[in-house]
């Protein structure tokens, strides 16, 4: 008899990956009792609709199947309805190439369950074993983000947990609001520990229970997409333009302009996570760049006009 884990939701977004789903998400919900699994089925085409359809429906799962491609963030908003409109009061926020098995789900549900105003994350490893995410840093003076295990002293700092896998109550999701829609993909888990933080609630890392993430394997193997670049163009655009997105919704009028000014090094930054060698097989890696520099420069210069207006 598997794991009784009633009450417990685990939310998936799916994107052209049913057979991450097939392998990670499948064996851990034959092992458990009473969980809901949710899995949302971002539009990738009519085959891989299919292909989703009748793996939720051999599985016992609950499919959300949106018309178009929500985003994740909107994704998860969408699965989390339907879990609760199942009865669960808990939510497992699960990406596909994650792999959590039975007993990391039976610890985030007691995580969840003993402290309904904690947001928690597993320590996410590697395939081979070394840590992919214990936790991460936001600098508020640049924007940039590093591994909690590399603070630099005296820096000022924000920690926040990876959308790769989160537990939280419903509760604080009702409280803190869910995902912020305007964000698609990146940095809305950045943004989410923010407003958890501000909702009154807390964040935890749960050293001891671990899940594991082969990065990129929603996009191709590797990371790769099929032109050739290291990461996809969706990472890097979503990557530098959110940066300024979440500063014009969030920091002060001198942190924010800072943040916009450091924007062409930090985007540079974030093209170079897919080594030098892509500019040459995929030139328009950089215009990608550029254009998410413009896009994010634009959403603070409109953020700054609101804040000049006067108030009625």
């Known amino acids: 008899m598997g794991e009784s884990l009633v009450g417990l939701s685990v939310v998936v977004v799916n994107y052209g990956s049913t057979d991450l789903l097939r392998q990670n998400l499948a064996p851990v919900s034959r092992a458990t009792e009473g969980l809901v699994v949710v899995v949302v ?18 599985e016992g799962w609950h499919l959300v199947a949106p018309d178009g491609n929500e985003g994740f963030g909107t994704g998860v908003n969408l699965g989390v309805a339907r879990a609760r409109e199942a009865g669960a009061r808990h939510h497992v926020l699960l990406n596909p190439d994650a ?9 985030l549900h007691r995580a969840s369950s003993s402290e309904p105003l904690t947001m ?21 003076d640049d924007g940039r983000i590093r591994s909690r295990r590399r603070r ?12 790769a896998c989160l537990v939280l109550s419903d509760e604080l999701w009702q409280r803190c609001g869910g995902f912020d829609d305007d ?8 943004d989410l520990s923010r407003r958890v933080v501000s909702a009154g609630g807390a964040l935890r890392l749960l050293d001891d229970v671990t899940v594991v993430h082969a990065e990129g394997g929603t996009q191709t193997a590797g990371g790769a997409d099929r032109s050739g670049q290291a990461k996809s163009a969706g990472y890097y655009r979503y990557n530098i333009r959110n940066r300024l997105l979440f500063a014009a919704k969030h920091l002060g009028d001198d942190d924010l ?5 450091l924007t062409p090094c930090i985007a540079w930054e974030v093209l170079l996570q897919g080594g030098r060698r892509q500019f040459v097989r995929s030139p328009g890696t950089l215009l990608v760049g550029l254009r998410a520099v413009l896009e994010g420069r634009r959403i603070v210069a409109a953020e700054l006009r609101r804040r000049a207006r006067p108030v009625a």
């Open 41 to 58: 089925d971002n539009w990738s085409g009519a085959a891989e609709r299919a292909r989703v359809s009748e793996l939720a429906a051999a």
């Open 99 to 107: 792999v959590a098995d039975a007993g990391a789900l039976v610890a």
């Open 120 to 140: 928690s994350a597993p320590t996410v490893l590697r395939p081979d074993g070394s840590v992919w995410s214990a936790g991460s840093d936001l600098y508020l």
């Open 152 to 163: 630099l002293p005296g820096s000022r700092v924000e920690e926040w947990l990876s959308g």
């Open 183 to 190: 964000y698609f993909l990146y940095w809305e888990d950045v």
């Open 257 to 261: 302009r800072r943040w916009r000014r």
